[in-house]
């Protein structure tokens, strides 16, 4: 199963809210599509679940052209909209035997489905409840009840976790894991720890384009820019002079009292020349850490507004 898309351009009036984007997800790949609100990502989703049209391009869901295909390509897919929206009035078994339904899933099937989706995302301890009295983190497992209802071989979750207090952040993302290893499942979210912890493949949107796209293994390799940061910190008092002297250096900026923050070349390791310094001051150094560059440093890097 997989995901293709194609110079794809969805313009909203004059706004270009996605522009000539094109992408391949395979089986098996938990793919987070990550970039900061209004990047792109729910449009991109709405097209790939045939909500919208896009004004240039094609998207295809296991080589089914949706615009062509609609009816295929939706019994294939799951969908989890932005802020999953849900009928308060009804009760969970209701509405998932009324999606069933939408799916022209045969009555006595459906039955057995909605039990085995309320099983499956948790939510027997709620299962009598009306859904307008479910709290948000409830709310959310049906709506992956009802993504998940025709048993569709690809899933598209439009920020699954937003707004989810902690434990149910954890709980969501173990589910959307499990998920994983037999479906083929695109997420959008803003959070760079999500992508880190659920996902294999990670896609960055910034203002409708692509600016990354690949392994995380590959994002984590951006972090090694040939410069490395360190924060030491001495019993007593420096010159500026003496750190400067050492090979390597780039920059050096003093913090407070006797802490420096050092940037210098990867290529030569500087911790052992600042200890050595110290000793020859006959003083000590008290703290000495390396100032990696988070994966949330990078996204940033990658997604500020450079208009
Ligand atoms: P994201 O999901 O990444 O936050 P969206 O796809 O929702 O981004 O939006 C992309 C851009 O398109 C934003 O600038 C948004 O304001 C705009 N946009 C989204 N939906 C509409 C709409 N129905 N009409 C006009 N502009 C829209
Ligand atoms: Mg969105």
């Avoid at 097209?47 to 391009?57: A, D, H, R, S, V």
């Amino acid at each position: 199963m997989s995901i293709r898309v194609a110079g794809i351009t969805k313009l909203y009036g004059q706004q270009k809210a996605l522009d000539n984007v094109s992408f391949t997800i395979n089986t098996g790949e938990i793919t987070g599509f990550l970039g900061p609100n209004g990047a792109g990502k729910s449009t991109m989703m709405k097209i790939l679940t045939g909500f919208i049209p896009p004004n240039e391009g094609s998207a295809f869901i296991n080589d089914l052209d949706i615009l062509q295909n609609g009816i295929e390509t939706r019994r294939l897919t799951g969908y989890l909209p932005e802020n999953n929206p849900l009928y308060p009035d009804m009760y969970i078994r209701e509405y998932l035997l009324y999606v069933a339904r939408l799916y022209k899933i045969p009555a006595a099937l459906a039955k057995k489905k909605v039990e085995e989706m309320i099983e499956r995302t948790g939510l027997l301890p709620e299962h009598q409840k009306k859904i307008g009295a479910l709290s948000k983190g409830y709310r959310q497992r049906v709506g992956l009840a009802q993504a998940l209802i025709h048993d569709p071989e690809v899933l598209i979750l439009d920020e699954p976790t937003s707004g989810l207090d902690p434990n149910q952040i954890v709980e969501i993302r173990s589910l959307i894991s499990d998920l994983g290893k037999k479906k083929t499942v695109m997420l959008s979210t803003h959070i760079m720890q999500e992508v880190e912890s659920i996902c294999n493949r990670v896609i960055i949107i910034n203002e409708g384009r692509i600016v990354e796209d690949g392994a995380i293994d590959k994002l984590q390799s951006r972090k090694e820019t040939g410069v490395e940061t360190i924060i030491v910190e001495f019993s007593d008092k420096v010159s500026r002079t003496d750190i400067e002297a050492i090979q390597g250096i780039i920059k050096i900026h003093g913090l407070k009292d006797n802490q420096w923050l050092i940037q210098s070349q990867t290529t030569s390791d500087i911790r052992p020349v600042l200890f050595n310094l110290a000793v020859k001051k006959g003083i000590t150094v008290l703290s000495m850490q390396k100032k990696e560059k988070t994966l949330e440093e990078v996204f940033q890097e990658l997604t500020v507004n450079k208009s």
